[in-house]
């Protein structure tokens, strides 16, 4: 079965909580704090895999969920980190945000991306001993990793998409110029999925060539099996529409031509004015008083493109057609590789009154569920980043409130293991 778009849900590893413990040994009295901090959850990590062809594997497991942190314990001994979760995805796959359909990340190239993020873990209450405060009995609490719901979309990495309608030749020209052993019968939609072939037409020249199943009218509104594929040839720097010409099914290819070229401009105008050659086929078995192919020729030049005679069933003229691909090839640009549109969503600023506030000698804890959100997204090594942070914490009147609860210069506030010396 060819599975090409997915919705699933990946969630990072929780992190794991700080330990509050003392150190506790013969002979030796008070002697003093040492719980370790929880271990940081694992992320979800995505992987290209060249092994992958299809997303079945997505299919019947939808939620993806990395390992949590371990808890810290005595003897300031930190939690593991929780492990990340790799998930394979085949070559192509472009991954999407959910809710608004904007592209994340197009995993086209080697590098693994990080899709989900673990939470941090809890510090111990070894970390809040201070001269003044020698027994803290409180520890903080590992933060959840990040959810979310993505849409893996799977487009084929092909240099030349071959299109046409069914049972017009495709998949046997890619059979006879290829490696690939596409199903080849005399009925319509022969080709359930998208097959991709190598050919190799010289000493260093190749190009990757994928059948893309046969398109009906109506195809860009869902008819067929046309519109379930037609983002495969998305990427395709090159179409080479195929063209039956000798009218043993009783269609006319000009009609044919000019639908094929509806259906594209209605999916998609870039891929409607992609460029395109025009491959004759079935010249073998076409009767001699035909007008048919003189009348497409026609159509062709009139619409700017190049026609071929081939016959894909005897290989005439097939040769010939892929040196006339890669030849056009050189001068078309790299095959499209999607850039990201998505932009996280970095959490503004909340209810004051909806946060949790302990005050613990000279230390205020400060929890809450949008302020949790709000620092998974902060990077603390930036400057704009951080006084970003610093602006949400104003804005949404943190700092008043914690005067009116008696803050002072110089006390230490923590928030989430980002920690701060007060000052008015």
Not at 95 to 114: K, L, N, P, Y
Not at 162 to 167: A, K, S, Y
Not at 336 to 357: H, S
């Amino acid at each position: 079965m060819f599975v090409d778009k997915v919705r699933i849900t990946v969630i990072g590893g929780r992190g794991g909580d700080g330990a509050v413990a003392f150190h506790r040994e013969k002979y030796v009295a008070a002697g003093g704090p040492d719980g370790g901090d929880g271990g940081h959850g694992g992320s979800v990590v995505l992987r290209v895999s060249d092994h992958m062809t299809t997303l079945l594997d997505f299919r019947y497991k939808r939620k993806y969920a990395a390992q949590a942190g371990v808890n810290g314990m005595g003897r300031k001994m930190a939690g593991k980190r929780g492990e990340n979760l790799i998930i394979e995805v085949p070559r192509g796959t472009v991954v999407r945000d959910a809710e608004t359909g904007q592209v994340i990340i197009d995993m086209s190239t080697d590098e693994d991306f990080i899709i989900a993020k673990g939470g941090r873990g809890g510090w111990g209450n070894a970390h809040y001993a201070t001269p003044t405060r020698q027994v803290p009995r409180f520890a903080k609490a590992g933060i959840k990793g990040q959810e979310r719901d993505i849409i893996l979309e799977l487009k084929l990495l092909a240099d030349v998409g071959l299109v046409g309608f069914p049972n017009v030749g495709k998949s046997t020209l890619l059979s006879v110029t290829s490696n690939a052993r596409p199903k080849i019968a005399n009925y319509h939609f022969t080709t359930l999925f998208p097959n991709l072939g190598v050919i190799y037409v010289d000493e260093g020249v190749s190009f990757v060539m994928a059948d893309i199943p046969g398109i009906i009218e109506g195809a860009a509104e869902g008819a067929g099996l046309g519109h379930d594929f037609l983002r495969h040839i998305d990427r395709c720097r090159l179409l080479v529409h195929v063209v039956d010409v000798s009218g043993s099914e009783g269609r006319d290819p000009v009609e044919d031509f000019h639908a094929i070229c509806e259906e594209l401009h209605n999916y998609s105008i870039d891929l409607g004015d992609r460029p395109m050659i025009v491959a004759a086929n079935k010249t073998d078995i076409m009767d001699p008083d035909s007008d048919n192919l003189e009348r497409l020729r026609a159509a062709v030049e009139e619409a700017g493109c190049e026609l071929y005679e081939i016959s894909a069933g005897t290989t005439l003229g097939t040769k010939n057609l892929m040196r006339v691909v890669a030849e056009k090839l050189r001068t078309l640009p790299p095959v499209t590789i999607y850039e990201p549109e998505y932009v996280e969503v970095i959490e503004e600023a909340g209810d004051p009154n909806a946060l949790e506030i302990e005050h613990m000698g000279n230390t205020w804890l400060i929890t809450g569920t949008w302020l949790e959100r709000l620092i998974m997204n902060i990077n603390f090594d930036d400057y704009e980043s951080r006084n970003y942070f610093d602006q949400q914490l104003r804005k949404c009147g943190l700092f008043a409130r914690l005067e009116e609860m008696g803050i002072q210069d110089g006390d230490t506030v923590d928030i989430y293991d980002f920690v701060f010396e007060y000052q008015r």
